[in-house]
């Protein structure tokens, strides 16, 4: 059955309008970030990490710069808790990172959770109860004031057992499936909560609100958060935090709403693991920041390294279009794009602007540890020829004459329609050198003897079908006594249209590189040379751009 008359909106909008946040335009700050990747993105693996796993990935959240992290759910299992134990008993939190912990508000887990975080110098208490309408109805069949009296006695417990146990303890209260819950009544009962813990400035309580399935478009659940920060009561002396899934794949957009709303903090996963659809992914909300000019207080720099870590340890897959850091996500392989992203870069060199304005890259790749090389123009056969000769010139340095470049493109890109395959930097340099070096199926110019004669005499000496010839000519200079050469001998044009030169390395062995077209047909006949002597090598262009345009006749 598809019918989506059995679905209606599950959520609900708050009392009075709050749009506030419509008037901000962009996040302006970093949030205070909350990795809930070895709690709520652990919870959602088929094979939840191991202790040694954990601790590994504990390092990696410390490495990137998160200050908060939801390091597991301590009574869920001997795992969970041994890797507190472990945490903390090896000293293992650096003396700026605060762990949290996530409890239910039930009385035997609450218990359990202050004995495992027995001990360490900071962590954050994380108490929740559902308060949505399907939960109270179907899961609690409790009333609303049973459900705030669960939250109400886990907040007294809280506060009970920090008083009583050793350790520097925060807390944190979640309406579960707030999305599904009525406004007015998450307000009454985070007000409730807030009214037993009294939070202060010098010890703020965090309201977390979670969208824990994702029920609404984002507008909705911004005017929802500011709703909370609104009427919250202790505003000043509570922390808002947001846990954004992303039933509707619009995780971030709700975690960017929601600060514009007033939010916070940020509770999130790296590369967006967690449960169904997944957390918030944290690296493209702080991703968008930086490409942005904000300061996310982050260090994405090695994307590689974090995916590698992250998929070695989760056994998950990030998707080759994973904003920011999949595999294709700054590759080109369209024509028009890699025209734009060669000539966007060709302006930064030119002009050296004081922003980042390449076209099609929202940020350069290699802040995020990738290269051009592999990563941005790639050849198939929807590239054109500004991307053709963009690969040669950013792998090999060979600078391709604008006239050059459609004969090319057309060749580079047949080759890939035809094979059904991407064409790599090393194959473009071949089908090059195939195409315009030494390319001499009818004839080979064997010796070349100049004069210097009132302009330039040559005798050519060509061998052709196995024969040997010798033929006078002269001209301007002495490319052009040699072409004059090759036309008089087959009797037929050999215009040069385009001739360009660059030396290929630097340093005193370099060889230079000719590229020479003459006139054939609409588009012209090109050849290259290479040697250390730039008139061998312009003659040795002008030999295969002659046989092109004999064989193509
Ligand atoms: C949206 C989220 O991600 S919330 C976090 C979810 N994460 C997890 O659940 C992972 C860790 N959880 C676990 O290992 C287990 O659930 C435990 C160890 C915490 C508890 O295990 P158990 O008591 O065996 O089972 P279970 O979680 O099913 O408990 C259900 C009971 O708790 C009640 N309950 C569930 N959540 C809460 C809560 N937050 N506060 C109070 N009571 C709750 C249920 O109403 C139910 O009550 P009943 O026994 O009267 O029917
Ligand atoms: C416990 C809460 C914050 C949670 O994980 C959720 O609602 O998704």
């Not at 260090?299 to 340890?313: G, H, I, V, W, Y």
């Amino acid at each position: 059955m598809f019918d989506y008359r059995q679905y209606q909106r599950g959520y609900f909008m708050p009392p009075v309008s709050c749009m506030d946040w419509t008037k901000k335009e962009y996040v302006d700050k970093a949030p205070v970030w909350c990795s809930v990747d070895l709690r709520d993105g652990n919870q959602a693996l088929v094979e939840p990490m191991s202790l040694e796993q954990k601790l590994e990935f504990f390092k990696l959240l410390v490495a990137v710069g998160f200050k908060e992290i939801e390091v597991g759910f301590p009574a869920a299992s001997e795992t969970e808790y041994e890797f507190l134990r472990t945490l903390i008993e090896k000293d293992m939190i650096p003396d700026d990172v605060t762990i949290q912990v996530l409890t239910q508000a039930r009385e035997h887990i609450i218990k359990k959770t202050f004995e495992a975080v027995k001990g360490a110098p900071r962590a954050v208490v994380h108490v929740y109860n559902s308060t949505s309408l399907a939960q109270r109805e179907q899961v609690f069949r409790k009333s609303k004031e049973e459900i705030k009296q669960i939250a109400v006695d886990g907040a007294k417990l809280l506060k009970e057992l920090a008083e009583k146990e050793e350790g520097n303890f925060a807390f944190e209260y979640s309406p579960e499936s707030f999305t599904g819950t009525e406004p007015e009544y998450a307000l009454e009962v985070c007000n409730a909560v807030l009214d037993v813990w009294e939070p202060t400035a010098d010890n703020k309580a965090i309201i977390n609100l979670p969208a824990t399935v994702e029920m609404s478009m984002p507008h909705v659940f911004a005017s929802q958060v500011e709703y909370m920060s609104k009427n919250l009561h202790f505003r000043d002396n509570v922390v808002l935090s947001l846990h954004p899934h992303n039933d509707r794949g619009t995780g971030v957009a709700d975690a960017e709403l929601g600060l514009l709303a007033g939010a916070d903090r940020i509770e999130g996963t790296l590369f967006g693991n967690g449960e169904r659809t997944g957390n918030v992914d944290i690296i493209t909300l702080a991703m968008n920041m930086y490409a942005q000019g904000v300061n996310p207080e982050l260090d994405l720099s090695n994307m590689p390294k974090l995916a590698e870590t992250f998929e070695r340890l989760t056994k998950m897959k990030i998707h080759e279009r994973h904003p920011y850091c999949g595999k294709l996500v700054f590759a080109a392989f369209s024509g028009s794009h890699q025209d734009a992203i060669s000539k966007g870069m060709h302006y930064r060199v030119e002009k050296d602007p004081a922003h980042w304005t390449v076209p099609y890259l929202p940020i350069n790749p290699e802040d995020v540890g990738r290269t051009y090389d592999s990563d941005v123009i790639r050849i198939n056969s929807q590239s054109g020829k500004g991307g053709v000769a963009y690969v040669l010139e950013h792998n090999y340095g060979m600078i391709i004459p604008k006239k050059m470049r459609e004969d090319l493109g057309y060749a580079v890109k047949d080759i890939s329609d035809v094979q059904h395959k991407e064409i790599a930097p090393d194959e473009v340099l071949e089908i090059f050198e195939k195409r315009y070096k030494k390319f001499t199926p009818v004839f080979k110019i064997t010796e070349v003897h100049f004069k210097q004669v009132d302009g330039i005499q040559t005798v050519v000496t060509i061998e052709q079908d196995g024969k040997k010839v010798e033929i006078e000519a002269s001209g301007n200079g002495r490319l052009d006594a040699v072409s004059n050469a090759l036309a008089k001998h087959f009797n037929k044009p050999c215009e040069i249209m385009c001739y360009e030169e660059h030396a290929l390395k630097d340093g005193s062995d370099s060889s230079a590189i000719a590229y020479v077209g003459i006139e054939h047909g609409a588009k012209g006949s090109f050849g290259i040379g290479i040697d250390h002597d730039i008139i061998r090598a312009s003659i040795d262009a002008l030999e295969s751009a002659m046989n092109r345009s004999l064989i193509e006749e």
